[in-house]
DNA sequence: TGAAATCTGCGAACCGGTTCGACGATTGTC
DNA sequence: GACAATCGTCGAACCGGTTCGCAGATTTCA
């Protein structure tokens, strides 16, 4: 292995003059920066980042915790993960992925044995087991998902009321009156999934206001229970004429159960789900949709992450609960109910 | 932060004593070992990993190189990465997840820097670049995915020729005589994907020994593009009875296709895909499929690298070629053509 | 011309672990 | 009772970087 040494050697100078050579740090006259730079071309040399993260506590490393639930909809979440991991690459970082059920467990070991710089987690809960021990980590965290409790986090996320919302009120402008929304299992609900009631019940509020009836229902996160428990919604609540959907996998199940009940959309229909354009394509989801974002949000926690990071003035500014704004893309899916 | 030193302070002895206590390397006396064990217990003490690797020249981190290239269907990606991550973590090795499209450059990095103790490649192509960069290093890897040249390293993946003759095999019990195949669009194959063409060439030689006539087609990566190619793909072969879908995203487009052909399955049409039943439940994807066991690859490609890893005889022992054999899921999609 | 300031580079210390060699104290053996 | 072997602990060196303080050489300026 070729060492700094090794390098200062070649180039007929220290170690220390080598090493500010590279940094820039002080002030090194051409010809040596020369020689320097030779030689670690010559020696193929490349830092080694267990004597750096020693010498320097930076790492150049965040971690990233993406907890796997049971009912949890996973390759959502791997958009979350390319998002992040583009940016921090982008940024100088390397991604440690930690996907341990463990959450708090895990987290623990990641920060007080100084692998990372900073953290990103994923799909956080409502009271979420991390939080606590992200606060007491001395790297910062960034979150993707609304907790309870913001305080000493930057927060991000989709602003879920306002997609409840849209919803509501795109289906109301186009005259419906009796609608649907299928979230999460109730198990997601019950960890803490702050998204689907945030979703849900500003869905409520706002069909209350329009004066629109809405049946807001749990879903299922995998066939064969998926696609039954549709058809149970659909038996259940015949004179409905809108679906919202905030799960993907009662997404994906719905074609297959309207083909079979012989409903077509928008005509018999209307559709709307919650989900990522790219997502939708990829899968062949062919409802009008709010963008979810997942790219973005990773990119914006990642970002902010860094900046805390890299600046000690960061560690000291306020922190930041950011919302992104749904947008509907629009998949022709939902029309004026038949009469 | 909380160094061995004071552990050893607190405990009253020596660093080295300290350290012997707590890795059990050499004989230390109960009562000390207490002593030492309470201080860390106390003090919060978990070892900074950077100066561990340092000393030991171990990092305890598996690195993971998932490339996300354009037209690759990223979602059964993430399987192989849980499999991976999971038996990591089992095996106490934390995951460094790399997703840079350059990908020999990113592997020089980690692997140059000492930051890893051993990698995993996924979705590795014929001739893929990363190779000659994974040789050369001073970490073992391991792939998954069959390369043109295995030398060097242990190789993991799915029998995709056995795959093939399965598909075509099942549908000629059953009767067919006409097939279609789906394959992943040409820009995979032309990148290097080999398991399209391992796939299909096995697939146009079974046909061949028995008689079947096998259209074999590139297929798209995502809407709109691949509705419209399965469309134009039954237009040009309204005799075919048979569809062979070695492609998630024409999996997932079919069910609408179909619906919008009006043909029914399996009486209008036998169809199996090859993905696994986790994606198939999740996705309601509602065929027969080759069960591609990513979960059960990665976790194969962990544990023969983390047995390279630890055994210093394993770094010589013989490079493997693993494949592992497909199995059907039936889920109803095939029957005998209508005659 | 001399003192001060600037420019370059070096040596040493440090980051936080692990490990080797040595050494005093016990224990065992003949 | 003398000598060897074993046990338990310590000090020092080392892993491969970074950074501080210092000093010789050169330049600047009064």
Redesign the interface.
Known sequence: ?VTIGDVARAAGVSRSTASYALSGKRAISAEVRQRVNDAVLRL?Y?????????ATSQ?M?IG?LAQ?LEDE???A??EY??GV??TA?ELGY???????ADGDKALR??T????VDGLVLLNVAQDDDRLPVLRAA?QPGALVGLPGDCSGLDVFDLDFEEAGRMMVDHMHRLGHHELILVSQPEHVVQRGGAYVWRLQDAALQQARLRGVTLHAVFGE????A??RSLHALLDRYPSATGLLLNNE?AA??L??VL?ERGLTVPDDLSVIGRYSDEF?????L?YSSIESAPDRLGRMAVRQLVRRIESEAGRAEPYVVRFVAPELVDRKSTAAPRT
Do not use: C, Y
């Open positions: 292995m193929g490349t830092p080694n980042a267990g004597a750096r993260a020693l790492t490393v990233l796997f909809f996973a390759p979440m791997l993960m390319l991991s583009d690459r390397d991604v440690l992925l930690v996907t341990e070991r990641i007080d044995s100084r692998m001395p996160s995998r066939q064969p998926v696609g996998a994906a199940a074609p297959t083909h939708a394509r990829v899968f062949s062919p």
